[in-house]
């Protein structure tokens, strides 16, 4: 079985390495920036999951370089909906039908429980609180099967209705609402503690990340500070009647960045 496994974990390798080729010979002609090179982890049991488009599926159906067994053991990769390689690898078949059972349980239990199930709006709402646009959701959320961002496409999906909301990325969610509530706590103390302070945000991601690079690391945009930001204002004005300050520190002149972080 960890055979077949490490043939179709070959294939879809290749399939993204001659994607990889391809891309940068178009980048000579187009100019457009290239596919980076990428290496993926091999599949195992653990990474089947379910699409209603797909079905059964190696790896995220919503991320690309996912892939699909036939009953005539046809391996399939798919990439932004193509396919991208194709090849009969003996036995392939049997770990579908071995992964199903335990697929569709898994399935099932997720879809009793109302609190691990989150309707289109709930994630719409949820990315509106956060501050972000959908391509700023999309930045912010990583697929776990391919290390990369997600597509803005794939947000609107969700939202729609179109696509299923998985695990993931409800967990991914979850954790920017959680960060996005430590900083305005962080905030709201800070300007308890100084009444006359200011509160320090930013326009651009780089200008955030560059101050403060845990960030970056965990995924918090500029746009999620600055949401922070104003709900801290917010509860300051609401228990004290003083609207606290936002300044960009993006935008100062450099004397002045220079007094502020002083």
Request: charged share 25%.
């Amino acid at each position: 079985m960890n055979d077949i496994y490490s043939k179709i974990s070959e294939l879809r390798q290749r399939a993204y390495d001659a994607d990889l080729a391809a891309s940068v010979e178009d980048c000579r002609i187009t100019g457009f920036e290239p596919m980076q090179p990428h290496k993926f982890d091999s599949f195992g049991p653990e990474d089947w999951t379910f699409d209603p488009t797909y079905g059964l599926t190696l790896g995220d159906p919503e991320t690309d370089y996912c892939v699909t067994i036939g009953e005539d053991d046809s391996v399939t990769v798919f990439a932004a909906g193509s396919i991208s390689a194709q090849e009969t690898i003996t036995g392939a078949y049997s770990l579908l039908a071995d992964a199903r059972d335990a697929v569709l349980e898994e399935l099932n239990q997720d879809e009793d429980d109302d609190l691990s199930t989150w309707s289109p709006i709930e994630l719409r709402a949820a990315r509106e609180a956060l501050g972000l646009t959908v391509n700023g959701m999309a930045a912010a959320l990583v697929s776990p099967y391919t290390s990369r961002p997600w597509k803005g496409s794939r947000v609107t999906e969700c939202e729609s209705g179109v696509r299923p909301i998985q695990p993931w990325v409800r967990n991914q969610v979850k954790a920017l609402e959680v960060a996005r509530d430590e900083l305005t706590d962080r905030m709201i103390t800070a300007m308890e503690a100084d009444p006359d302070g200011l509160l320090i945000v930013h326009s651009t991601d780089t200008g955030l990340w560059a101050v403060h690079p845990d960030m970056q690391h965990q995924r918090i945009s500029a746009a999620i500070h600055r949401t922070a930001a104003a709900l801290a204002a917010a509860q300051i004005e609401a228990e004290t009647g003083r609207r606290a300050r936002l300044v960009d520190l993006d935008t100062l002149p450099k004397t002045a960045r220079k007094i502020i972080k002083n």
